[in-house]
């Protein structure tokens, strides 16, 4: 739980989550009570609303440098490299994805870091997992370096948890679609491009197949997900690092369906890449009724509610003229 004195160091905050997970937390526990970090320079909401270090979680002298300046009691350790850009340097998403991890784990022990958020993902199941309604405790056998990374990060968690007493929670995340930050090289990407190029050009090609069917969410559950999750009971709680949450699954065919009902005109075509191979071997659906269970889970948004959503905030932006997209 945290207190309202307890400082908070967000890793990544300049990515998809982290840049909407800010300003959330700020909200809450004060602006500058939230610590923003990236490798990168983020856009100026972030820099101007509070502190910002910038910082590499791989160089674990620095990172212990942040935690004692601001005395950080709280993580939420969103820096990462996602699927698809992780096939293209598994490497780097190792050294990332798992030092970094272990450097944010090693430095809360010993500076007395209480709790640590860090996300898992869908991608931690494989071609041998049920791939329907799949289950909390199953078979993960992952088939990208990035799912091998949350793989061994949700175990190295637990085994804080286990060993030094240490509160590290995360979720497994499924495709998470929003309209601030773009997603940087993940597979479920193409959920969020498709509503900006349908805005923008009226037509999308799509890298997945259309019948490729993934488990996803919209952001404002994203953010639901990670509060409610870092407030529950701690006794409360059997899983630790892994738990599974989803709030609605569709294909990408469905997905351009449901922007039609808006903009009749939106045409799109489907030309496979490799994420098609990624997205074959993830699960069509997760069962989440652990996270029910366990700490109150419950979505707010289903595929009609975000589209209308999505459509209607991106559609204003586009017609200020400040609708910011590098088709990739
Ligand atoms: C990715 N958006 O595509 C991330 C996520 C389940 C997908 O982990 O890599």
């Given at each position: 739980?945290?207190?309202?004195?307890?400082?908070?160091?967000?890793?990544?905050a300049?990515?998809?989550?982290?840049?909407?997970?800010?300003?959330?937390?700020?909200?809450?526990?004060?602006?500058?009570?939230?610590?923003?970090?990236?490798?990168?320079?983020?856009?100026?909401?972030?820099?101007?609303?509070?502190?910002?270090?910038?910082?590499?979680?791989?160089?674990?002298?620095?990172?212990g440098?942040?935690?004692?300046?601001?005395?950080?009691?709280?993580?939420?350790?969103?820096?990462?490299?996602?699927?698809?850009?992780?096939?293209?340097?598994?490497?780097?998403?190792?050294?990332?994805?798992?030092?970094?991890?272990?450097?944010?784990?090693?430095?809360?022990?010993?500076?007395?870091?209480?709790?640590?958020?860090?996300?898992?993902?869908?991608?931690?199941?494989?071609?041998?997992?049920?791939?329907i309604?799949?289950?909390?405790?199953?078979?993960?056998?992952?088939?990208?370096?990035?799912?091998?990374?949350?793989?061994?990060g949700?175990?190295?968690?637990?085994?804080?948890?286990?060993?030094?007493?240490l509160?590290?929670?995360?979720?497994?995340?499924?495709?998470?679609?929003?309209?601030?930050?773009?997603?940087?090289?993940?597979?479920?990407?193409?959920?969020?491009?498709?509503?900006?190029?349908?805005?923008?050009?009226?037509?999308?090609?799509?890298?997945?197949?259309?019948?490729?069917?993934?488990?996803?969410m919209?952001?404002?559950?994203?953010?639901?997900?990670?509060?409610?999750?870092?407030?529950?009971?701690?006794?409360?709680?059997?899983?630790?690092?892994?738990?599974?949450?989803?709030?609605m699954?569709?294909?990408?065919?469905?997905?351009?369906?449901?922007?039609?009902?808006?903009?009749?005109?939106?045409?799109?075509?489907?030309?496979?890449?490799?994420?098609?191979?990624?997205?074959?071997?993830?699960?069509?659906?997760?069962?989440?009724?652990a996270?029910?269970?366990?700490?109150?889970?419950q979505?707010?948004?289903?595929?009609?509610?975000?589209?209308?959503?999505?459509?209607?905030?991106?559609?204003?932006?586009?017609?200020?003229?400040?609708?910011?997209?590098?088709?990739?």
């Amino acid at each position: 739980m945290t207190s309202e004195a307890d400082t908070i160091l967000v890793t990544g905050a300049a990515g998809q989550i982290g840049s909407e997970l800010v300003p959330a937390l700020r909200n809450i526990f004060g602006p500058g009570k939230v610590i923003a970090s990236d490798i990168i320079q983020p856009e100026k909401q972030l820099t101007e609303t509070g502190p910002f270090e910038k910082l590499d979680v791989t160089n674990r002298q620095a990172l212990g440098q942040v935690i004692s300046k601001y005395h950080i009691k709280v993580i939420y350790h969103l820096a990462a490299i996602l699927s698809a850009n992780g096939e293209k340097n598994p490497q780097k998403a190792w050294d990332v994805n798992i030092n970094g991890f272990y450097n944010v784990l090693e430095a809360s022990r010993e500076l007395g870091v209480k709790q640590i958020f860090c996300p898992s993902s869908i991608a931690v199941f494989g071609p041998l997992t049920p791939r329907i309604k799949t289950p909390q405790d199953t078979i993960l056998s992952p088939t990208t370096m990035y799912g091998v990374t949350k793989v061994a990060g949700e175990n190295l968690g637990d085994y804080y948890v286990r060993k030094y007493g240490l509160d590290v929670r995360g979720c497994r995340f499924p495709g998470i679609i929003s309209h601030e930050a773009l997603p940087g090289g993940g597979t479920t990407d193409y959920a969020v491009a498709i509503f900006y190029e349908a805005v923008i050009y009226n037509k999308y090609t799509c890298f997945l197949k259309p019948e490729t069917r993934l488990p996803m969410m919209y952001m404002p559950d994203c953010l639901k997900s990670i509060i409610t999750l870092m407030e529950a009971d701690f006794a409360r709680l059997q899983h630790h690092s892994n738990f599974n949450v989803t709030a609605m699954s569709f294909s990408a065919e469905e997905l351009a369906a449901e922007i039609k009902k808006h903009l009749p005109e939106f045409e799109i075509k489907y030309e496979p890449d490799f994420r098609q191979t990624i997205a074959d071997s993830w699960p069509e659906s997760i069962d989440d009724s652990a996270a029910r269970k366990e700490w109150g889970w419950q979505p707010d948004y289903d595929l009609g509610r975000m589209t209308e959503d999505m459509l209607r905030i991106l559609k204003e932006r586009h017609r200020l003229g400040k609708l910011n997209y590098d088709k990739k």
